[in-house]
């Protein structure tokens, strides 16, 4: 059965849609709102609408204008109509043609699709040299070991006590990477057909994590800016929850990737009870918690229970070095055996030199990300002069944190964008990769951790490639 997107909801996220002009049918202004929504990515693909009677009632409009407006859809291509089962939301196809401008020769492309930083040099050094000492220690064991080192693991442990999660180092396993973690976390926790509720925007290879599982991906779209009293809307999530039967929920409430956005402290005490009361298990992804840049974000969500009953992930390659690939799981001490079971298949360990550079880190941690933030800081605001000057027309708020922006853009033509820039000598990442079955064509994630001069660049050549496209017509037009 469709999961079934809630009249109030829709009339919630509909806000001011009504026609200012008398010339223009009612109908056809709620099916444009509507129609926003789809392509925003605010209404999620395979939902089915409210039923024509409940939208008209809480809207006040006959029932009529609602299914006009249906019927509207259902031409354009937004909604799908089958036999015995509600309509439920579509996207109609895009037409694939372009020709791109030749780069010129000897042009360096610069890669705008990785939100990951460079090494900070002399601690990333003065981390594998101390590794190097440590390392004849591990010489006479076998050197595998699938929950990580005692002396890692307890540093995390560490970590997170000073956070205000209380925290054994039974509860920690230390992954080959974040990815890794949540990856064995599905093979461990959902089976194939399980759904698996997800903010929407999402990390993408979550989401292709999830379809390697054979789990499906639920979508719960994240809340405009400017929503009180925040970007998650949690009575949505409870009801994809209890309408699917969702096993697990993954959020990234430490800015967000790609928005950017922070979970209020009021939020994750409501998100514990949400995902508790509906019998879901909670996967909190804090990859970006350290990547604080205008204030630190509220306490973990693992302290609103007292660090008992979520599982959370976490990752050194975010914070120091994206070429450190050492992650982490803190959950039960149950949970943990199992997965160093089910690992035993993938691989049989992180290697010992990565963790004990790692911890060491960790042990610097204030030190490193200090002035880490401080350049991030800048990188941001050239981003977002950049963009200003370059591409006036495009709407781009500064997140109080993470690696990137989310950019809207005044036509949906992001597929079509990705698809010329590099000849423009920029390579950027989509907005549909962020989503579910091809929405968000009205967005584009940039990261701001390339130098200032090449940021500046790299939106300079992105908006020589958008000018080729034809707004209008959804597709670049041909350039002689």
């Not at 006590?161 to 926790?189: C, F, H, K, N, Y």
């Not at 508790?276 to 969500?301: H, I, Q």
């Amino acid at each position: 059965m469709a999961r079934v997107l809630g009249a109030s909801t829709l009339a919630r996220d509909l806000g001011q849609w009504r026609p200012t002009s008398r010339n223009r049918p009612v109908y056809r202004a709620l099916a444009d709102g509507i129609r926003l929504l789809v392509n925003d990515g605010r209404i999620p693909l395979g939902v089915a609408l409210p039923s024509e009677r409940d939208l008209a009632g809480v809207l006040a409009l006959s029932r009529t204008t609602v299914t006009n407006t249906y019927a509207a859809l259902r031409e354009e291509g937004y909604l799908q109509s089958r036999q015995g089962s509600r309509s439920t939301v579509a996207l109609p196809p895009r037409p694939e043609r372009w020709e791109s401008v030749p780069r010129s020769a000897g042009e360096t492309t610069i890669d705008m699709t990785h939100a990951a930083v460079t090494a900070p040099p002399e601690a990333v050094t003065a981390a594998y040299q101390a590794a190097l000492q440590a390392l004849p220690a591990y010489y006479s064991g076998h050197g595998i070991d699938p929950v990580g080192l005692t002396v890692l693991r307890r540093a995390i442990a560490r970590r997170y006590e000073e956070r205000g999660v209380p925290t054994e180092v039974d509860q920690i396993m230390v992954t080959s990477g974040a990815q890794q973690a949540w990856r064995l976390l599905l093979e461990v926790l959902a089976s194939p057909g399980d759904r698996v509720v997800v903010d929407h925007p999402t990390y993408p290879n979550a989401l292709e994590a999830i379809r390697r599982t054979a789990a499906r991906a639920v979508p719960v779209p994240l809340l405009p800016a400017d929503a009180a009293p925040g970007r998650w809307d949690l009575g949505s999530m409870h009801d994809a929850i209890r309408q699917t039967g969702a096993s697990l929920v993954y959020v990234l409430p430490d800015f967000h990737n790609p928005t950017g956005a922070v979970m209020g402290r009021e939020d994750r005490a409501d998100l514990v009870s949400v995902t508790r009361r509906a019998g879901a298990t909670l996967v909190v992804d804090e990859s970006m918690a350290d990547l604080w840049l205008d204030a630190p974000p509220p306490p973990p969500v693992a302290a609103a229970t007292h660090g008992h009953g979520v599982v959370t992930v976490g990752s050194a390659s975010k914070s120091y070095w994206g070429g450190l690939r050492v992650g982490w799981i803190r959950a039960s001490p149950t949970l943990i055996s199992r997965l160093a079971t089910s690992r035993a298949a993938e691989d049989i360990g992180t290697p010992i030199m990565d963790q004990l550079a790692c911890g060491e880190l960790i042990a610097r941690h204030d030190d490193v990300l200090t002035p880490r933030r401080d350049v991030l800081r800048r990188r941001r605001g050239a981003l977002l002069d950049a963009v200003g000057e370059a591409l006036p027309d495009w709407r781009v708020e500064s997140p109080p944190g993470g690696l990137s922006m989310w950019l809207r853009m005044p036509a949906p033509v992001s597929t079509a964008l990705a698809a010329v820039a590099p000849a423009h000598g920029v390579v950027v990442a989509a907005g549909p990769r962020f989503g579910v079955e091809g929405a968000f064509e009205h967005y584009m994630r940039l990261p701001f951790t390339e130098s200032s001069d090449r940021i500046r660049e790299a939106v300079h050549r992105l908006a020589s490639a958008y000018r080729t496209l034809d707004p209008a017509a959804g597709a670049p037009r041909m350039v002689l």
